[in-house]
């Protein structure tokens, strides 16, 4: 049979939730309220459109380095089918991945490799190497860029949709915003690489304005996405995020604890009914047994 509710327990535990409900609802109007949360959120969804921006931007390069050779004319359509096909693989498996791992360092990896593959397009423009070399190495830098862009994009949802509406508005605002700022630092890279050289008749062989053009342009966008790890770190530690993160496991674990508590509660329905199914197969097998000695009495009887 069920036991009847009682009061004084449930009273309780309505208050406990009242209590964690106010404390949310207080820390999320603060942290909405808070621009400071709003301009991270901005700079982390620049962070996120970022590599793609830079790398379709800086085609022009790319294809500088290509001359000559005939995978000049199929290097647009490869970069944008390998980045986007890695791009969807990578962004599955971190959206399937994305409880099982800690957003903030997922953020800070993220960037981290971003920065660092960055980093290795602006040193790419020193070297000189064999175009199927180069082309090689674009591609597998393009394939690293998107699935660390992918694990960056969740973990930077999964955090903006702690703090309310503002926090994702200002992360779709930045990858808005990005495209923007990326094609205008590219001109005036180029117009900064263009400044000074010689006049066309007296021309030095070893120029090369889109190189100088790529050097400045891929060497901000590692000082902006150092700049974006630092800043979330600075995210971190401010008490609104603390205090919401908190929340968040407070109010996760207590609903976790109430529906196991529902299920295994003495007295609740799912108990009855597991009772109920253990009496009646321990039933059926009294019933068994006891059917089973009858007949074996019965066949030595007959042996007799």
């Known amino acids: ?87 969807f693989l990578f962004l599955a498996h971190a959206t399937a991945t994305s409880k099982q791992s800690s957003m903030t360092r997922r953020v800070l990896l993220s960037i981290s490799w971003l920065a660092v593959l960055s980093f290795m397009l602006t040193m790419s423009t020193y070297m000189h190497p064999h175009p199927g070399i180069f082309f090689a190495f674009v591609l597998l830098n393009a394939i690293a860029q998107a699935a660390a862009g992918s694990y960056l994009q969740t973990a930077v949802v999964a955090i903006a949709s702690l703090f309310g509406p503002s926090a994702m508005q200002a992360v779709m605002s930045g990858q808005a915003a990005v495209g923007v700022a990326v094609s205008g630092v590219q001109v005036l890279s180029a117009a900064a690489s263009m400044r000074g050289s010689p006049a066309p008749e007296v021309v030095v062989a070893e120029t090369n304005p889109e190189e100088n053009s790529a050097f400045i342009f891929f060497g901000l966008s590692t000082l902006f996405l150092i700049a974006s790890a630092a800043i979330h770190s600075w995210l971190v530690s401010l008490p609104s ?38 009496c009646v197969r321990k039933t059926i097998l009294f019933g068994l047994r006891r059917s089973t000695g009858s007949i074996m009495w019965l066949l030595l009887m007959s042996l007799r």
């Open 1 to 87: 049979m069920l036991s009847r509710p009682r009061p004084s327990l449930d009273l309780e535990l309505e208050d406990e939730e009242l209590n964690i409900a106010e404390v949310i609802v207080d820390n999320s109007i603060a942290a909405e309220n808070d621009p400071r949360i709003r301009w991270i959120h901005f700079v982390l969804g620049c962070a996120v459109l970022l590599p793609w921006n830079a790398l379709i931007t800086a085609t022009p390069y790319f294809l500088s380095r290509m001359e000559g050779s005939p995978l000049k004319s199929t290097f647009s359509s490869y970069l944008s089918t390998t980045f986007t096909a890695a791009n």
């Open 241 to 278: 995020y603390k205090a919401i993160v908190e929340q968040t496991s407070l109010d996760r674990r207590t609903t976790a604890q109430e529906n196991a508590g529902l299920l295994d509660e003495p007295g609740s329905l799912s108990t009855d009914i597991t009772d109920t199914g253990n």
